[in-house]
Nanobody
């Protein structure tokens, strides 16, 4: 079983910065697309940024100039550097990873996995 675990959330003042990390652990052959999503109270979950194994990035317009996504495939880890944070960035941030794991001695399978989420609160 694969379990992505997020860390790095917390309370920060407007204009501040945070760096989120998400480590996927388990019987992993490799990870493909990895990304971050967020969900504010009474809102639907929305995409923040994704990054492919080849480094192609897709980023929401609302954060494009302030947030940066990166990954370390040796560590099965994805990062989200968040700068110039605004109160409207307040949300639970979730990690998503497309992970390839062994299905049998001769086969493998890819599934999507979600982390439990980490709270980011931007407030003075």
């Amino acid at each position: 079983q694969v379990q992505p675990v997020e860390s790095g959330g917390g309370l920060v003042q407007p204009g501040g910065s945070l760096r989120l990390s998400c480590v996927a652990s388990g019987s992993i052959i490799n990870t493909n697309d990895m990304g971050w999503y967020r969900q504010a109270p009474r809102e639907q979950r929305e995409l923040v940024a994704t990054i492919t194994r080849g480094g192609t990035i897709n980023c929401a317009e609302s954060v494009k100039v302030r947030f940066a996504i990166s990954r370390d495939d040796d560590k099965n880890t994805v990062y989200l550097q968040m700068n110039s944070l605004k109160p409207e960035d307040t949300a639970v941030y979730y990690c998503n990873a497309a992970v390839v794991t062994p299905r049998s001695i001769y086969d493998y399978v890819q599934n999507d996995y979600w982390g439990q989420g980490t709270q980011v609160t931007v407030s003075s």
